[in-house]
């Protein structure tokens, strides 16, 4: 089971969308055509934005549990390595397809990472071994994984041998049949599953701790955030801790 080619390429529109706010995304831009430029456009608000509160969240956790490794599934073009202070993890590791990692590697060779770093090729639906305590990051992943795939992960990483941090942003199911209608406007088809639950997660045994809306594309007049113990899938970012 191959990571497809269109859904490798999402990892440009990623680094495109957030380009104002990553000194290195710039670095990667050269190879995308005009079509993902333009779609990559559509969604620079809430790229730069879920990016925002994840380098937030993620420092504040390094925080409190130096030490931890961070693992990085589905890394695409993210430079969070070089462009923060992460050397209070134990190591940083990134994990997608092959091409993308190579690609990567050829564009940061010559720059420095604030931490250990570890690029494996690997898949969100079969992870290589991985160390733990672990802060998993998953940002722009999920919604190219079907439900029942993100069950599966969700089992894998709460089996890691070690206490473990999922910082994850969310894509409610509206929003990614938004996505998809973009998508194919831009000859770019692709398949995107939006969750209309927490379930999927604390079936496997994690709990929200926190739930960060995005300030973008919001009805007006819809509280927000929607509250850990909430049903209701707003797009943002969230912190899953294991219950037991
Ligand atoms: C939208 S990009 C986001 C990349 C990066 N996390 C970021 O925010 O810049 C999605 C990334 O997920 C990767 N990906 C998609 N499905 C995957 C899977 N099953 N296993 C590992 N990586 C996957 C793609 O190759 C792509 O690099």
């Known amino acids: 089971m191959d990571i497809l080619d269109a859904v490798q390429a999402t990892a440009y529109l990623a680094a495109a969308g957030r380009a104002e706010a990553d000194p290195f995304a710039g670095l990667f831009l050269e190879a995308m055509d005009d079509s993902s430029r333009a779609l990559a456009a559509s969604g620079r608000g809430e790229v730069l934005a879920r990016t925002r509160l994840l380098d937030v969240m993620l420092l504040d956790l390094l925080r409190v549990a130096p ?3 961070v693992v990085n599934v589905g890394a695409g073009l993210c430079a969070r390595p070089y462009r ?3 050397s209070a993890c134990r190591e940083t590791i990134e994990i997608d397809a092959l091409p ?3 690609f990567k590697d050829s564009i940061l060779s010559g720059y420095q990472a604030s931490c250990p ?3 494996i090729p690997g898949d969100a639906r079969s992870l290589p071994p991985l160390p733990a305590p672990a802060i998993v990051l998953t940002e722009g992943l999920l919604v190219y994984l079907t439900h029942d795939e993100i069950a599966a992960l969700a089992t894998a990483l709460a089996a890691l041998p070690g206490p473990v941090d ?4 969310i894509v409610s199911t509206d929003s990614a049949a938004a996505m998809k209608t973009l998508a194919a406007q831009a000859n770019s088809p692709l398949t995107l599953s939006g969750l209309d639950s927490l379930r999927v997660f604390e079936g496997a045994g994690w709990t929200v701790h926190d739930y960060r809306a995005l300030p973008v594309n919001r009805p007006p007049g ?3 955030p929607p509250g850990k113990a909430s049903h209701r899938i707003v797009d943002g970012v969230i912190h899953l801790r294991l219950s037991h």
């Open 67 to 69: 030490g931890s490794a």
């Open 84 to 86: 923060l202070d992460l």
């Open 100 to 102: 993308v990692l190579q």
């Open 117 to 119: 770093l570890r690029r």
């Open 166 to 169: 999922w910082l994850a942003d």
């Open 222 to 224: 819809r509280p927000s």
